[in-house]
């Protein structure tokens, strides 16, 4: 049975955070609101599963490597977290496009692009 499985924590050390996403089949993430989304970049360059819900930034940090559900839908949150764990074929497919996916996000590009941008507005800013 899942439920006799499944264990909801509280309070994790950042180390055991790291075991735990590395050793997990999936991450539920079902915010109401979020900033950006890191524990689903980390998923997913663990090679872990993510379904979360469609709140804020979350779609788009994702991407299409994520299976979705409206914010406070706990029965279709249930719903995908149990396909996700019951169809590997499935889960392999989100881990797949989720390793794809957190390629877009990289410290180096986004440094590279930020010096870009502050040299073009030093540029228009000395005209």
Known sequence: ?????????????????????????????????????FP??????AGTAVVASSAGS?????GSAALFSAPGDAHALAANLHWVLTSERQRTKLVELGRRNVERFSWHDMATSLDTLYRQLAERGSS
Do not use: C
């Open 1 to 37: 049975d899942a439920a006799k499985r499944m264990h909801r924590l509280t309070d994790v050390p950042d180390a055991a955070k790291e075991w735990l996403v590395h050793h997990a089949h999936v991450l539920a993430y079902p915010s109401h609101n979020e900033g950006f989304g």
């Open 40 to 45: 689903i970049l980390a998923a997913q360059r």
């Open 58 to 62: 979350i779609p788009e940090v994702a």
